[in-house]
């Protein structure tokens, strides 16, 4: 579903949507050889690769005219909110910890998903006329 998506994105997608599916697909692969499998606290690695892909996605959405960077963006910082919960409960289980990450992650890549697909209708619809 995931390579499925950021796929879908780097054949399709316009520069922005590209380079967020790239992103995405960098901390995706990161994220299994970074993190700590014992899952207790916070995984520091994982939180400083979701910063960086926050940081890149608050860019392209300040600098674009679509929306879906704003919900990608959003997301993204809700992810950061969870590493942040780990931070100040320390009995946050790990699979609360695991689902938000995982319920996040999904919901950014399908606004990435929409993104591309409205690229590609509205090129598509451009190339008819």
Not at 81 to 98: C, E, G, K, P, Q
Not at 101 to 124: D, K, M, P, S
């Amino acid at each position: 579903m995931i390579g499925a998506g950021c796929l879908f994105a780097l054949w399709n997608g316009g520069v922005e949507e590209r380079l967020a599916a790239a992103a995405f697909a960098v901390g995706t692969f990161a994220a299994p050889l970074l993190k700590d499998h014992h899952w207790m606290g916070t995984q520091w690695s994982i939180f400083a690769v979701d910063l960086a892909y926050l940081a890149l996605l608050m860019v392209i959405a300040l600098r674009s005219r679509r929306y879906w960077p704003l919900f990608a963006a959003g997301f993204q910082f809700l992810a950061i909110l969870t590493h942040v919960a780990s931070l100040v409960d320390r009995d946050l289980r790990a699979w609360a910890y695991i689902t938000a990450g995982v319920i996040w992650t999904y919901l950014g890549l399908g606004a990435i998903v929409l993104g591309t697909y409205n690229h590609w209708r509205e090129r598509r619809q451009t190339a008819a006329l």
